[in-house]
């Protein structure tokens, strides 16, 4: 079945440090892949998204690449701030999963100051 | 959050007690759906909702949790005899088509709401 796989936190770095988050997946097809980001006691906003190999989603500084030869779909940041601080949720979506999404476990990142 | 709104945002209850959860979709659309985030882990989908029908809930346990989406007003998650393994984060969503396969559609969350059973 489908999967994500996201790399464990938390991840710890100093503020305008370059940041990448990790994320890989297995899918039937060619799935619509996405980054949520949930700040401290909020709930889940959509960061960015890619629906085609080869694309591009970037929002708020935030970047990341559809590779489907490498099935990745790395978050990638030039300078993090402190306010970066959050939760960050790679999903996808797929002709098996449909609407129920298939989630990774979220990576805790912490940016000091 | 584009309007989906859900309430309580934090509810805590004691074993045993009912919880009762509501979500309001952004207005027009007609697809609503739940997912549960644990600790330490991702979201899970629960149950997929159109107007006064349920169309998936293979992701809802088969006893205690239920869902609705009356005609007029909110949706509900009703969750009984609630024990300390229901706590968690429960997020509703909603989009204005069936999101399907890889299509674009966007799929617009909820603040969600904190249940804790003590």
């Known amino acids: 079945g489908d999967s994500v796989t996201q790399m464990e936190g938390p991840v710890t770095l100093s503020e305008e440090a370059f940041l990448t988050i990790n994320c890989t997946y297995t899918?039937?097809?060619?799935?619509?892949l996405f980054w949520y980001v949930q700040y401290p006691g909020e709930g889940l906003q959509l960061l960015l998204k890619?629906?085609?190999a080869d694309d591009k989603g970037s929002n708020k500084g935030f970047e990341a690449t559809y590779r489907k030869e490498t099935t990745s779909f790395h978050l990638e940041k030039g300078s993090v701030q402190v306010s970066d601080s959050a939760v960050y949720f790679c999903?996808?979506?797929?002709?098996?999963?449909?609407?129920?999404?298939?989630w990774g476990a979220g990576t805790k990142l912490i940016i000091k100051p | 959050n584009a309007g989906v709104m859900q309430n309580p945002r934090h509810l805590v209850r004691r074993r045993g007690q009912e919880a009762r959860l509501r979500c309001s979709p952004v207005?027009?659309?007609?697809?609503v759906y739940w997912y549960r985030q644990l600790p330490e882990e991702g979201l899970k989908f629960m149950v997929y909702?159109?107007?006064?029908?349920?169309?998936?809930e293979s992701g809802m346990p088969k006893e205690r949790f239920s869902a609705e989406f009356p005609k007029e007003g909110p949706s509900i998650l009703r969750i009984q005899q609630v024990v300390r393994g229901d706590s968690a984060a429960y997020f509703c969503?909603?989009?204005?088509?069936?999101?399907?396969?890889?299509?674009?559609?966007?799929?617009?969350f909820g603040e969600g709401s904190w249940l804790t059973v003590v």
């Open positions: 207005k027009g659309h007609s697809h």
């Open positions: 999903a996808l979506r797929s002709m098996d999963s449909n609407y129920q999404l298939i």
């Open positions: 909702l159109q107007k006064e029908n349920i169309i998936d």
């Open positions: 899918a039937t097809g060619y799935p619509s």
């Open positions: 969503a909603s989009s204005p088509l069936l999101l399907q396969g890889s299509n674009g559609n966007t799929i617009y």
């Open positions: 890619a629906t085609k």
